[in-house]
């Protein structure tokens, strides 16, 4: 009998495989140990009776090793809960407590590492080559109950820009430059890989779109790479921050609020009690204020298309960066010199 031809996506599932793993979210939460009766006028209310605490899984998801020493990468909305523990099933028989060493909410990535050597791991690519049509497969935890579960699809659009809800807090998050796929990614496939046909990681998967079919959404891996660099040399994310709350304005809200312009970023508030400008700050030793409004940063309009945050990921700390700023109806410029973000 002629010997059967298999798919080249066994060899890249036997491949990526052993490298992806399973992220398991437990807490300590009080057990019911029973129930008693609370008089309330002429009835009496059930009320459960609360005794020691148990480790509760509480969520999960998925995660791949990029090298033998144990460092891992996710996405940060599954490790986001500060209170929880975080257990990495490698296979069956190798599980581990793992350290968050860090985390960012920005680009929705995080950074673990699992305490042995000599693990599997899986190669990292170059995201910028990727091209539209390419073959992708998706490898995950779906659901945290099938692990290794692969999809196949193809990289269905680049650059796109998404608002996802996730975390324990479900958090709203913008998340910009991601890599589109029609391959199936469920609950529970994020932080798996986006590997192409050569067995490379290519993105980190992010997201879906509810009640959408072929509609996934991933990290490109450029993003980790650099990431997981400044990890391993600094033991954390380097991040300049500038220390205000803003809203990105646009035609709409302009109109809405009679405002001079239709771009920029306005400094302002979002709840009563917080302030807009983050007292010593990078912003505020710059001398911006509340209700100023951000033209231009470091000579870049400022627009929903160009948004602050993707300038300012293009800049490093202690940068001197020139602004053109919008203040009682004049323009006037600034200069600010960014420092650091505080992150875990």
Partial sequence: MPKTTRSPIVRVAKKVCP????????KDLSKVEGFYFVPMGDQNMVV???????????????????????FVVTCSHVVDDPEASYTVIVDPKHKYECAVLAKDPLIDLAILK?????????????????ELGEDVLAVGNPMGEFEDTLSAGIVSGLSRKITAYGGAKMHETSLRGLIQTDAAINPGNSGGPLV???????????????NAQNLGFAIPINYAKNILKEVKQYGKIK????????????????????????????IVRENFGEPAVIKGSAADKAGLMEYDTILEFGGQKVTQE???????QECRIGDSIPLKVLRDGREIALSITLLEKKTC
């Fill in 19 to 26: 490298a992806v793993i399973t992220i398991i979210v437990t």
């Fill in 48 to 70: 459960p009776k609360m005794d020691k605490k148990e480790k509760t899984k509480v969520g999960g998801g998925s995660g791949f090793i990029v090298s033998p020493d144990g």
């Fill in 114 to 130: 699992i305490n042995d050597t000599g693990l599997p791991y899986l190669k990292m690519g170059d995201s910028a080559t990727l």
């Fill in 196 to 210: 192409n046909m050569t067995g490379l990681a290519i993105g980190v998967n992010t997201a879906m779109v509810m």
């Fill in 239 to 266: 991040r300049p921050f500038l220390g205000i709350r803003y809203v990105v304005l646009n035609a709409e809200i302009s109109q809405a609020n009679k405002l001079p312009v239709d771009y920029g970023a306005l």
């Fill in 306 to 312: 160009k948004l602050l945050t993707d300038i300012l």
